[in-house]
């Protein structure tokens, strides 16, 4: 029966619609629940698009007629082209010689030599990724991509009877028939003699069944296999790993992805309750990891731009048929290791980071996860230590962001408690070599190593010195055993003791490894997930630019074995800006540093230079005091000469000062206090913490604007006028004069004597007066100007700005001219008090008239007469 709208908007009386749509709803509601509640079978859905294909070995025979293990190169091949995939695929790499070489995470290769792309792992809805690392581990290698199609757990993986390694013999596809029903199996189930195929699940003509067939684009649970964890349930409560090392990325990062807020997840999380952030934004946003990380020939996400030959087109419509790109879709993925850029795939930081300062500047310098990854709520590995080994043979881990610090993991996940860590910035060099500070977990990896060319010692080696018949052996035991409880704790299980380090070296040495030796390395691991956005990202500009700084904070490693220092793994991916050393309780820090040749950084707030800093005090301090000194001896000669009875010189009222030159001058004044405070506060924001320091950034930029117009009109005034040859030097006598002017200063202002200069409109300044200016208008204010121009333009033409020594040769520069002129400001305002009061100076440049001393009392040279006010 169908409901039409008029039915259903029908009368208010017509009560049986009502009925049946309760009953409807009724049934379709016990239909869910029944469908919701139901034990998911293992056969899987069938496939809405993907046709029924057959499953071929390495030879293109029918794995089903035969019993041969599946090649996905021959099988997906059919219809793909598996050899374009394969030489397009970043994930194919890890078959290369380079990535196949030596980790000292894993103590082995990173990738098995004869491993067939796993098109399956990625591709199947059912793809079981535990079967196929124990067919690895078993040795199953040829068997490992059939083994993803098992549903049930893998119950034994042993030889077939045959004695072919992994063979599946006819005995066992029988085996199989019987082994389970064929509704609950699923393409491959696994035997005690090998491996079967389902009869059920193939057609007569040996393809496989359309419900069998569930091939879908990746999931990011598919990913999370591999990648580490990821939980795309919001109403599961994600129950936090541990320091589980099958789960890579949060394994070495912490790396979580998933939709849900960390307040409602069940990770034992300290101030859990606080955190409302989810685990990742994008996850929450309900972004899968393939629409990220997509392929780049997807014509879906081809982007309309014409070509650069093409400039009349505003739209190109040729792309790829999305046939064609069914036939051969490239394995190389946005974002991923060809070096294409990352979130400005999609975001406009232009747009939305309106409120930071520079932005470019900080976006070439900064990746976004530097700001927007500020803390990870996850434990991650500190240090793996392959020089001891636990009764199984693996090795003794201690990981970050447990109860606070780093520490072992405990024996139950949920006994931890998770505070989680902060990760250090390192510059991250991108395909182009352009780099930039991204956040990185450090762990510090120590392992045995002996020749001259310190290769590894074999495992089985390192295992054969620790045990013995599956148990420590007894000379282990006893000097490793410190509470003689028989068993060998975390705190005990390190090489703490010169006895303990050479026990094992003797142990190694009668296997024949002579000269066996403790080496360590610090590994980087990148952090690009856990991103969070709005007020969690970090927005605060004092994070950074203050003297504690985030750029530059100690990060806390883990402890190398035996004692030994680490050193900086090589051909990491990373530019190190930085240093390991010793914080002050001993422990191994890595202390990155802005001024290393890795990195050419200045950070505003954080990198003055002391030695500037103290020159700068030194000559204002010493500016103050000749003030002061002066000052002290001008009352005491002034105290003297009203008990003697001293004359005052006659003065006359004159107008010096137009209503421009004061205008001029008073904004000037509050330009140049406006733009010294506000440097200091980005000097030194610390002591300022009350003030936004982008605010200040933004007002100092405006203030430096104002200051370079007021000067380019003053400018213009003062040559248009001809009262720049007020501020110009007469060579002829001006150093007889300054020095008449200095000994004044010196001497006869402390006796009463007048002015020696006269001080009229035209002549307004006295030969020290003109010198001064003459420097700072001349050579201070320019310098200080195209400083402060150059630092600007960082962002606008860093390319100039790198020619000349770039910010740390330019900010120290500014900042030595700015004591310079702060040291000035002190001078100018002593010296307009040296007229006939202390006052007249200030008040004429606000009213224009001054009172100055008449010639025939002034007159003490054949120069003009003056009773100028000193400045």
Partial sequence: MSLSKGSFAGRAGARPYGAWL????????????????????????????????????????????????????????????????????????????????????????????????????????????????????????????????????????????????????????????????????GIVVATESGYAYNPDAFAADGSLKPEYVNIQDPRSDACGSCHGQVHMQTQTPLALSVCDDSQARTFTTGQVVSPQRISSSGANVADRDTLARPWDIHAERVLTCVDCHYSVNNPVYTTSTPSGDLEHLTFDPRRLDFGEYLE??????????????????????????????????????????????????????????????????????????????????????????????????????????????????????????????AQPVELEAVRAAYLDGGAYAAEVLALFDGDADGALSSAELMLDSSAKTDLIAARLAGQGIAGARISAEIVPYPIHHGVIGGSDATRDCQTCHQEDSRITAAFPLGAASGGATPTLAEDSGVRWNGSVGADGEGLLTFQPETQTPAAQLYIFGRDSQQVIDLLGVLILLGTSLGVTAHASLRVIAARRAQQGGQAHHGVQREYLYSIYERQWHWLQTAVIFGLTFTGLVIHRPQYFSAFSFAWMVDLHNVLALILVINAALSLFYHLASGEIKQFIPRPYGFFDQAIQQA???????????????????????????????????????????????????????????????????????????????????????????TGHEPLAGIKAMVGGYDAVESAETGAASSAKPSAETGD
């Fill in 328 to 453: 051969r879709p490239s394995h190389q993925f946005a974002n991923g290791s060809d070096g294409s850029p990352s979130c400005t795939n999609c975001h406009d930081a232009s747009v939305s980071h309106g409120w930071l300062p520079y932005l470019e500047r900080h976006t070439s310098a900064l990746a976004c996860e530097s700001c927007h990854v500020p803390q990870l709520y996850a434990p991650a590995l500190a240090s793996r230590d392959w020089t001891v080994l636990t009764a199984d043979g693996a090795p003794v881990d201690t990981c970050r962001g447990i109860d606070g610090g780093i520490a072992s993991p405990p024996d139950s996940p949920a006994a931890a408690l998770i505070t989680g860590y902060q990760p250090t910035l390192l510059q991250d060099v991108d395909a182009d070599g352009s780099s930039a500070l991204s956040p990185y977990n450090l762990v510090t990896v120590s392992y045995w190593v002996a020749g001259d060319d």
């Fill in 22 to 185: 309760l009953t409807l709803s009724a049934v379709a509601f016990i239909l869910a629940a029944v469908l919701l509640l139901a034990p998911a079978g293992a056969q899987a859905q069938e496939s809405p698009l993907h046709p029924t294909f057959p499953l071929l070995d390495a030879e293109g025979g029918n794995v089903v007629e035969i019993g041969a293990p599946i090649s996905t190169l021959k099988t997906c091949g059919s219809c793909h082209d598996s050899a374009f995939i394969t030489e397009h695929d970043m994930h194919a790499a890890l078959w290369s010689a380079e990535a196949a070489a030596w980790d000292p995470l894993t103590y082995g290769r990173r990738a098995r030599q004869g491993d067939e792309i796993n098109c399956f792992l990625c591709h199947s809805g059912d793809a079981n990724n535990a079967a196929r690392l124990e067919a690895l581990a078993a040795g199953e290698i040829a068997w490992a991509n059939t083994a993803t199609l098992i549903v049930e757990p893998v119950a034994a993986l042993v030889a077939a009877e045959d004695g072919e390694e992994g063979a599946v013999s006819p005995e066992a596809t029988a085996e199989a028939a019987a082994f389970a029903e064929p509704a609950a199996a």
């Fill in 743 to 833: 000994l004044f200063y010196l001497r006869g202002i402390f006796r009463g004597d007048p002015h020696p200069f006269e001080k009229t409109r035209d002549h307004k300044m006295n030969p020290l007066q003109q010198m001064t200016y003459f420097g700072i208008l001349n050579v201070l204010l320019p310098l200080q100007i195209i400083t402060g121009a150059l630092m600007w333009g960082a962002q606008q033409f860093p390319a100039l700005t790198n020619l000349l020594g770039g910010l740390p040769v330019l900010a120290p520069f500014h900042t030595l001219i700015a004591w310079l002129f702060v040291t000035f400001i002190i001078a100018h305002v002593y010296l307009t008090t």
